[in-house]
Each structure stands twice: as C-alpha cells, then as structure tokens.
C-alpha cells in the first residue's frame, strides 16, 4: 500500500511540477519586441530605443544597428518589454564629454529626432504576449535634422 500512495504522491508531484513549469514558460509578462527606425527613408544606427510602461515599472531598451534594426532587452536574458501600454522614447543624442578639468573630451551626437520622439511624451504602443513589430518611420525637416556625417 505504501508503494501505491508513494507513485501517487509522485504523479501529483509531478502532475504539478508540470503545471508550474507550463504557467512559467507562458507568461504573458512580457512581448517580445523588435522593429526598425527609419528617418526620411534611411536607416538610423546607434539610437537608443526605450519603451517605459504607462503603469511604471522597468523599462525596456535597445540601440538600433546599422541597418536600424532593434530587439528590446527587458533584462540580461530577457528580451522583450512589459506587457501592456508603453511610452515610446527614441533618441540619437549622447551628451559631450568632459575631462576633470572640465574640457570637452568628445562632443557627442546632436539629437537627429525631432521632439515626438526622443521626449518620449506622444508615441505609445501596447505589447502584447508573443512576438510584437513596432517600426518608426519617422518623417523630418532635413535641414533641421539632418542625416549622420558619412
């Protein structure tokens, strides 16, 4: 009898077990997400791209390649963002560097985004479970956000 109630205790163990895992590996916390950002048709390398959930929490953030592609890293090893509405935050600007003496080491990179985008106030999307594509076309005066030196 003891065999029996152990195989039993072991099933329903293991039953369990199995539920746990399946609840795990579905969660439906994060969406992975990728996209691609344009600007006037050409492809942006090195924006940083963040989506912060409306409701807080952690944001989610990638840096565009040279063909302006992204995938959204929600954590080391977790890729993806918060499920839900997020607010859309892509900027090119990296502050100029200085050393101790205050002069400027690097000059950093102009914002080549208009406001819309790298205040990260106008642009919001919901992801969803699974896999999510989110691409930016953004659209801007070329003179006054004019494409990288070459």
């Known amino acids: 009898m003891s065999k029996t109630i152990n195989r039993s205790q072991a099933a329903f163990a293991f039953s369990l077990l199995l539920a746990t895992v399946g609840c795990m ?3 439906s916390e994060h969406g992975h997400v990728t ?3 344009t600007i006037n048709g050409s492809p942006v390398q090195d ?3 963040t989506f912060a959930p409306a409701e807080g929490g952690r944001s ?3 840096v565009t390649q040279s063909d302006g592609t992204y995938e959204l890293n929600y954590t080391p090893g977790v890729k993806g963002a918060k499920v839900g509405v997020n607010n ?3 900027t090119t600007y990296v502050a100029p560097e200085l050393d101790d003496n205050k002069r400027v080491v690097n000059p950093g990179v102009a914002e080549r985004l208009p406001p819309k985008y790298s205040r990260g106030q106008e642009i919001s999307v919901e992801v969803k479970p699974g896999d999510n ?3 930016f076309a953004v659209e801007a005066d070329k003179d006054k956000y004019p494409p990288p030196p070459q």
Do not use: E
Request: cysteine-free; glycine content about 16%; charged content about 10%.
């Open 47 to 49: 924006a940083v791209v």
């Open 25 to 27: 590996g579905g969660s």
């Open 35 to 37: 996209g691609t950002l």
């Open 133 to 135: 594509t989110f691409d």
């Open 60 to 62: 989610a953030i990638a």
């Open 88 to 90: 859309v935050r892509i």
